[in-house]
């Protein structure tokens, strides 16, 4: 099956992907990422990525397009894909529709986490992610430690965009540019609502129980 899990910045998207890609055995695809890639290699591209990621405003189609290209014809990306941060408009759902077509495949859920701003700035504002191993944790909700981190403490890094301000900007633009989309998914029956501010394990515990039921539901057809 192919995912895809919508939420304003801090909603738990990426941790919440990673949960999903360990227990079905799925590829993650985070536009974020792929972005940060390409901002580390210190690029005239790359440059100007990170001065639109810092204003909080969506890099053009013609780079994710660019990003995304040979993504959902790799074989092992087949009907095995969990979008993280993608699309987040239409014309990129539209895009996305058009690449998993061409290799005969399609979403089979959507997830949306809603968050309100008041908890993604407490949650932006505690982000830490190990530049080694690439997991994210939080300073007040979910810190790092022995048990859950096995890289020294050195490799935690803030990301440049998690500030106040620009966090209001990305939630802004989550508002306008990404939420409406989510109607065409939900007429398409596709969507699920999740509420995201309790703890991580319980909003899994909710995500787990509605993707098995369409497991079921899918091997059943
Ligand atoms: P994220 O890691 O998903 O929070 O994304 C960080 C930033 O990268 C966003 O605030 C946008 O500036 C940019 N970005 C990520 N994904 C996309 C996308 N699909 N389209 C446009 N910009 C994106």
Not at 94 to 109: A, E, G, P, V
């Amino acid at each position: 099956m192919n995912i895809v899990i919508f939420g304003p910045p801090g909603a738990g998207k990426g941790t919440q992907a990673n949960n999903l890609v360990k227990e079905f055995n799925l590829n993650k695809v985070s536009t974020g990422d792929l972005l940060r890639k390409e901002i580390k290699k210190k690029t005239k591209l790359g440059i100007d990525i990170e001065n639109i990621i810092n204003k909080g405003k969506l890099v053009s189609d013609e780079i994710i397009n660019k990003l995304l290209e040979n993504i959902s014809s790799k074989k092992e990306n087949h009907n095995r894909l969990i979008f993280d941060g993608y699309p987040r408009k239409l014309s990129q759902v539209k895009n996305l529709d058009k690449m998993l077509n061409k290799h005969n495949q399609k979403i089979s859920c959507v997830l949306s986490l809603n968050v309100n701003l008041d908890i993604v700035i407490k949650r932006i504002l505690g982000r830490e992610i190990c530049s080694e191993c690439g997991l994210t944790f939080n300073k007040f909700f979910n810190p790092a430690n022995k048990e859950n981190h096995k890289c020294d403490s050195k490799f935690l890094q803030k990301r440049t965009d998690d500030n106040e301000e620009i966090v209001k900007n990305r939630y802004d633009t989550y508002s306008k540019e990404t939420l409406p989309i989510l109607k065409y998914y939900q007429n398409q029956n596709l969507l699920y609502e999740i509420e995201g501010k309790g703890e991580i394990a319980t909003i899994y515990e909710e995500i787990r129980r509605i993707i098995r039921s369409l497991e079921t539901w899918l091997y059943n057809v």
